[in-house]
């Protein structure tokens, strides 16, 4: 399968090397695809890592993964091309992140969510939150290998089949929330991750359910 990433931060390149290292095709897109850094990352992924535009790996990819700053999230996919998302599954692993007011809060909450914005700009997408609620270095191979991922989305077979790329990444399982308007509430845990993280002076926290 061929994976498309938009975005070549922490994120996109984490994820590009989990995809890569399972025998994925990753194209990881950036507005400089063929900068220094990307270059690195490349050279260190091997045969299946390639970057491009967003628009080529939004072309590229089978599925599509959505790594950008939530405030540029809707300029990133107007970016790759909006058709080039038909029937595909997106993993949204965007946060509406806001520290204007000095400490972790959102831009958009409650009501409302980045998972719908981008499910609405992309009706025929199959838009599924993931990965949101932990640390860039905990998405493949996690160190806390017993806790679940949560996860939402309005499809069915879209979650099932990011549920078994997360376990393929090394989680024990995903926690599937409901439907897309989930996504307010796996991005509203975010803040509350920061400043957990802040507090204990740690990054490599995850929020595990017991039961
Ligand atoms: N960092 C984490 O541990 C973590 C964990 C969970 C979720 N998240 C969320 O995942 C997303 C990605 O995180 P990150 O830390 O990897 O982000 P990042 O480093 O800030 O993202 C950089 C990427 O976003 C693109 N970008 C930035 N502004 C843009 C704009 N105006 N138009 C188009 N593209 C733009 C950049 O493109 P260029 O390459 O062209 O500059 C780059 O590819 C964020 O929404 C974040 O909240 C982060």
């Not at 260190?44 to 790594?67: H, R």
Request: charged share 25%; with cysteine; glycine share 12%.
């Amino acid at each position: 399968m061929k994976v498309g990433i938009l975005g070549s931060g922490v994120v996109g390149q984490a994820l590009g090397r989990g995809f890569a290292s399972r025998g994925y095709s990753v194209k990881v897109s950036s507005r400089t695809p063929y900068s220094q850094k990307l270059k690195e990352w490349v050279r260190k992924n091997g045969k299946n890592a390639s970057t491009g535009t967003f628009a080529e790996a939004a072309a590229f990819g089978d599925l599509l993964v959505l790594a950008t700053p939530g405030t540029a999230a809707e300029v990133a996919i107007d970016l790759a091309g909006r058709n080039n998302f038909d029937g595909k599954v997106l993993i949204d692993v965007t946060n509406a992140l806001d520290f204007r007011g000095g400490s972790a809060g959102l831009f958009v909450g409650t009501t409302d969510s980045l998972g719908e914005r981008i499910q609405n700009k992309l009706p025929k997408a199959k838009v599924v939150k993931c990965f949101n609620t932990v640390g860039n270095t905990q998405m493949v191979d996690p160190k806390h290998k017993d806790a679940e991922m949560l996860i939402c989305g309005n499809d069915d077979a879209a979650k099932k089949e990011v549920s078994r790329i997360v376990t393929e990444f090394g989680w024990k399982g995903v926690i599937d929330v409901g439907g897309i308007d989930g996504a307010r509430w796996l991005e509203a845990l975010v803040p509350l991750w920061v400043r957990v993280g802040t507090k204990l002076n740690v990054w490599d926290h995850v929020f595990k359910v017991l039961r």
